[in-house]
């Protein structure tokens, strides 16, 4: 069993999550970082309407939603990767407007 600490500066893994284009907008309730504020443990931005609607005012084409067909293309493009570069994928959640994988590179 791997060590749950290694006290390097060596990550044991990592975790990548991300969203389809136009989902999650600046303004949006649940709050946003931009690049004014991209800090560690920076607060979210608060809900704000007007920012909301610039932003989708912004959008060059419509959110995008993952059909079926695409989320599995997506599933089988990051698997691939894995294999690719010999990292170990821990898990892969594939949804229709987010994608959410753990992996730790293997040695």
């Not at 007007?50 to 959110?63: A, D, H, I, V, W």
């Not at 939603?65 to 892969?92: G, M, N, P, T």
């Amino acid at each position: 069993m791997r060590a749950m600490w290694n006290d390097t500066e060596i990550p044991l893994g990592y975790l990548f999550t991300f969203r389809c284009y136009g989902t999650w907008l600046h303004g949006d309730a649940r709050g946003s970082i931009d690049r004014f504020h991209n800090k560690y443990k920076s607060p979210f931005l608060p809900r704000s309407d007007r920012r909301r609607g610039l932003s989708q005012l912004q959008l060059r084409s419509k959110p995008v939603k993952l059909d079926d067909a695409q989320r599995a293309c997506v599933d089988s493009a990051i698997r691939e990767v894995c294999k690719h570069r010999r990292w170990f994928l821990y898990a892969l959640n594939v949804g229709l407007i987010m994608c959410t994988l753990s992996s730790t590179l293997v040695n």
